[in-house]
């Protein structure tokens, strides 16, 4: 059974800064591509980030690139996402989740990856 814990969402205002973070358990970590997804309310849910199991390869959606940041630490099981200069547009529930046979690719479609977690809010006010 593999877990994913979201953490780190919250209320902040447009310009501002979040750090979420992920932690995975049950299952190995480091061979398997981590990404991130959100949903805001009556808006399908999208891609966000994603990492390589080896944190050399990252790929981001066009309307977070040169804001966000996302990166693993294999020893800890944890995947961050570094949300600079936020926008109330990336007001949404953020989800992690894993995929395990993407043969080292990072997919930005949602319904390929396998475990998610529960989701935490980040609302950017403005």
């Known amino acids: 059974q593999v877990q994913l814990a979201e953490s780190g969402g919250g209320l902040v205002q447009a310009g501002g800064s979040l750090r979420l973070s992920c932690t995975v358990s049950?299952?190995?970590?480091?061979?398997?591509?981590m990404g991130w997804f959100r949903q805001a309310p009556g808006k399908e849910r999208e891609f966000v980030a994603g990492?390589?199991?080896?944190?050399?390869?990252?790929d981001y959606a066009d309307s977070v690139k040169g804001r966000f940041t996302i990166s693993r630490d294999n020893t800890k099981n944890i995947v961050g996402l570094q949300m600079n200069s936020l926008k109330p547009e990336d007001t949404a529930v953020y989800y992690c989740?894993?995929?395990?046979?993407?043969?080292?690719?990072?997919?930005?479609?949602?319904?390929?990856?396998?475990?998610w977690g529960q989701g935490t809010q980040v609302t950017v006010s403005s």
């Open positions: 049950g299952r190995t970590f480091s061979s398997h591509v």
């Open positions: 990492i390589g199991w080896g944190g050399g390869r990252t």
């Open positions: 989740a894993v995929v395990f046979s993407s043969g080292g690719d990072v997919p930005v479609a949602w319904y390929v990856y396998n475990y």
